[in-house]
C-alpha cells in the first residue's frame, strides 16, 4: 500500500528538522508541494532547499496550486468557507496521490511548523481515506512548531509555575475574550492584531513574525507601553515588505521572571 508521510519542518529555520525527519526525507520517493503565488515564494524555495540537502537524488516534486481561501469572511460565515477550502484541497491531494505515488511508493507533505498544531493536513488526508478512491498509510513526523520557537527565541517558558496556559487563534480571542482560569495565552493565526483589544490589563506580550528565517523579526515587553501600537506598525510594514506574514505570540497575565 502507497506510504504518506506528513513531515513537521519547523519553523523556518532549517536546523529544526529533526533526525526522524531528516530520515523520512530520505526515504520518500515524490513530494508534494503547494504553490500559495509569487508573495509565498521563498516558502516554496525553503522546502527544495531541504530537499536538496536530505532527499535521495532520484526523488520528484510534484507542485500544485494550492486553492484559494477566503480570509476576508466574517465569523458567521468562518466555518462553511472553510469547509469549503478544505474540500477543494482534499480534491488536490487525492489527485496527487492516486496519481503520483506509483505501486506501493512513498509521497511526503512537508508541514511548516508541526502537522498536529493548527495545521489542516492530517485533517484533509482523513477526509481523502475516507472517499475511498485513494487507499495509503499515513506517517505523522513531528516538527518544531512556532509556538516553541516563539518560547526559545525570547527564551521564556509557555507557562507560568502551577498555571495554565491556552493555545488559540486571533478570532477566537476576539470573540471569547480572555480565557478564564488561564494566566498565558498563545495566539496563532492572527489576522487582526487582536493584542490591541487587551491594552489597559496590565499584560505582557512576546511577539515574533517569520520565526526561524532571515526575516525574524522579535518584540517583547508590557503591551500598555505603548508596545501594542509598535507591534501593529512594525507588523504593517513587514507585510508590506514580503506581501506575506506569519506571527506569533504570547499574552502573560502577571509579572514575568
Not at 16 to 43: N, P, S
Not at 148 to 158: D, E, V
Not at 208 to 214: K, N
Request: glycine share 10%.
Amino acid at each position: 500500500m502507497k506510504q504518506i508521510f506528513v513531515i513537521g519542518i519547523g519553523a523556518g529555520d532549517p536546523d529544526h528538522l529533526t533526525l526522524q525527519a531528516v530520515r523520512a526525507i530520505a526515504r520518500t520517493e515524490v513530494f508534494f508541494l503547494l504553490d500559495k503565488g509569487e508573495e509565498k515564494a521563498d516558502l516554496v524555495r525553503l522546502r527544495e532547499d531541504i530537499l536538496r540537502e536530505h532527499a535521495a537524488p532520484s526523488h520528484r516534486v510534484v507542485v500544485a496550486r494550492d486553492p484559494e481561501r477566503d480570509l476576508r469572511t466574517s465569523t458567521p460565515g468562518y466555518a462553511p468557507a472553510v469547509d469549503d477550502w478544505r474540500q477543494r484541497r482534499a480534491e488536490v491531494y487525492e489527485r496527487l496521490i492516486a496519481d503520483e505515488v506509483r505501486g506501493d511508493g512513498t509521497g511526503a507533505f512537508l508541514v511548516w511548523g508541526d502537522p498536529a498544531l493548527y495545521d489542516s493536513t492530517l485533517g484533509i488526508l482523513d477526509e481523502v481515506r475516507a472517499r475511498g478512491r485513494a487507499a495509503f498509510e499515513r506517517t505523522v513526523v513531528p516538527g518544531v512548531s512556532s509556538v516553541s520557537a516563539l518560547a526559545a527565541r525570547h527564551r521564556i517558558g509557555l507557562n507560568q509555575v502551577g498555571r495554565a496556559v491556552q493555545i488559540t487563534t486571533g478570532r477566537r480571542l476576539a470573540d471569547g475574550g480572555w480565557p478564564d482560569g488561564v494566566d498565558d495565552v498563545v495566539v496563532m493565526l492572527d489576522a487582526h492584531r487582536t493584542f490591541g483589544r487587551f491594552t489597559g490589563r496590565g499584560l505582557h506580550i512576546y511577539w515574533g513574525a517569520y520565526l526561524g528565517t532571515p526575516d525574524e523579526i522579535l518584540l517583547s515587553g508590557p503591551l500598555d507601553d505603548g508596545l501594542a501600537e509598535r507591534i501593529a506598525v512594525v507588523r504593517a510594514e513587514a507585510r508590506e515588505r514580503k506581501g506575506w506574514i506569519m506571527d506569533t505570540y504570547l499574552l502573560r497575565r502577571g509579572i514575568p521572571a
